[in-house]
């Protein structure tokens, strides 16, 4: 696994850089955007001293045990993990990502707190034409407290919102990633983007 490791931003327009040069980007034609990236960090991450980023390419080891505890094999080559810090203290991480609706790419973030409990949940841009109730903090609000021990599946432990059912599906699907990532490359004993 390859890490490369981000220069602190205080500036959230900084970070949209970097989220670019990280190769990920916003549609030039979004149906709905909610949030931009510095908006989303900052909603996120509001008393932190610094927000800062690591760039992680699993190895295929990393890769093998990813795919095992998803049950796919994740679509991106290396994922960006944003880290708020007040001094030597993490203060938590977020994770922005995308994951496929009826027809389009949902963009998402997750707040995680240092321990990798889900905090909160925002859909960032949401450009299919139907589904976007789930934008709705009563649907939203589902995904807080939990962990990589939780399920975290649509129908089981997240109900559906009536008339996004896809949508409501996707959005399970992308937390349960972000929760797998963060504690695969981050939190467990041992991830080399820890040192």
């Known amino acids: 696994m390859s890490v490369v490791r981000g220069w602190p931003v205080k500036h959230f327009s900084l970070a949209l850089a970097v989220w670019l040069w990280a190769g990920a980007s916003l549609p030039a034609e979004a149906a709905a955007t909610y949030f931009t990236t510095p908006q989303v960090l900052k909603e996120f991450f509001p008393k932190s001293q610094r927000v800062s980023f690591r760039k992680v390419k699993p190895g295929p080891a990393e890769l093998a045990a990813l795919q095992g505890r998803l049950g796919y094999k994740p679509a991106k080559p290396e994922y960006v993990i944003f880290v708020a810090t007040t001094g030597e203290h993490v ?19 997750v707040k995680l707190s240092p321990e990798g409990v889900v905090e909160r949940h925002e859909v960032m841009v949401y450009r299919e034409k139907y589904g ?22 649509a129908g089981e432990d997240i109900d559906v919102v009536t ?33």
């Open 91 to 109: 203060d938590g991480y977020a994770i922005i990502d995308e994951e496929l609706g009826q027809h389009e790419q949902i963009t998402f973030a």
């Open 132 to 153: 976007e109730e789930i934008t709705d903090a009563r649907f939203r609000r589902q995904f807080q407290g939990k962990t990589v021990k939780d399920a975290v599946r």
């Open 163 to 195: 008339g996004a059912t896809i949508s409501s599906r996707s959005m399970a699907v992308g937390v349960r990633r972000a929760l797998i990532l963060l504690d695969e490359l981050i939190l467990k004993p041992g991830a080399l983007s820890k040192g």
